[in-house]
């Protein structure tokens, strides 16, 4: 295999290729940013009082909007803010979304990415670096994400550990639906021996060999039992749980886990 170097092309500099330019490749491939296989839902979107958004785009799996702002060169004091601000706006006009901001621009300098880092502490805000590539005749465009969501903390951190017991998810339950979960840790212990449940107020964690290792929780309902699996959203896993039949609800982003609803006839041997 024969490597190739590759020269860097200022988009800011070039006669031909502008933000009009790297704005309809992002729209006809979301998947340049690297946040996952977007869909659009509108370009140069009119904002109330303000300019134009240049992007909105969606996650189909889930209720997350990203306000994104593309800018060639260098990041500066305007487009942060104009960042911030259509942000605000989608998030007042539809608060039934979930909105991230997401600045695009070919530097992202470290002044800058201080102050962004800041903001990123009380606003969810992604900043990307795209710069584009030369090899040989062909150009290539090339995504770094510099600054990403703030990670958020585990459910065992936010929600005390309120102790309870068997009996306590069989009220909440009936007895067919705890079967299931039952059924689920027979074969988590057949891959990962030593598992058990910890009942707590509000969801079944699990423990290995004593200590709390939570990478699925349970919920128990009187008609089936929410499954949340701890996994990396993929388009792979995803299809194979749809292939098998497994009743698959909105990924949950802000936690990093899978929802499966698995009722009587759920294919639990097939997850």
Not at 84 to 107: F, G, L, M, N
Request: glycine share 6%.
């Amino acid at each position: 295999m024969r490597l190739v170097k590759a020269t860097r092309v200022s988009l800011k500099a070039h006669p031909h290729l502008n933000e009009k330019w790297l704005q309809e490749r992002i729209v006809e491939d979301p998947t340049l940013l690297g946040l996952g296989d977007l869909a659009v839902k509108d370009v140069e979107r009119r904002q109330p009082r303000a300019g134009r958004l240049d992007l909105l785009l969606s996650d189909p799996d889930s209720n997350r909007r990203y306000e994104v702002e593309i800018q060639l060169g260098a990041t500066d004091e305007a487009h942060i803010i104009r960042t911030i601000e259509y942000w605000d706006i989608e998030k007042s006009r539809y608060p039934q979304y979930e909105h991230v901001a997401v600045i695009v621009a070919e530097d992202i300098t470290s002044r800058f990415l201080n102050v962004i880092s800041l903001l990123n502490k009380t606003i969810p805000l992604i900043a990307i670096q795209m710069q584009a590539l030369q090899v040989g005749e062909a150009l290539t465009l090339h995504a770094t994400t510099v600054l990403d969501l703030t990670s958020l903390g585990t459910e065992e951190e936010d929600e005390p550990g309120q102790a309870t017991d068997r009996s306590y998810w069989v009220g909440k339950g009936t007895p067919e639906t705890i079967a299931i979960a039952d059924e689920l840790l027979e074969l988590i212990n057949e891959i990962t021996p030593g598992m058990a449940f910890k009942y707590n107020k509000f969801y079944i964690g699990l423990t290995r060999n004593g200590v709390v290792d939570n990478f699925i929780t349970l919920r128990i309902r009187k008609d089936f039992v929410l499954a949340e699996p701890r996994i990396p959203r993929t388009e792979e896993l995803t299809a194979m749980l749809d292939e098998a039949g497994v009743d698959r609800m909105d990924y949950d982003s802000q936690w990093g886990r899978y929802r499966l609803r698995l009722s009587l006839d759920a294919p639990i041997r097939l997850m």
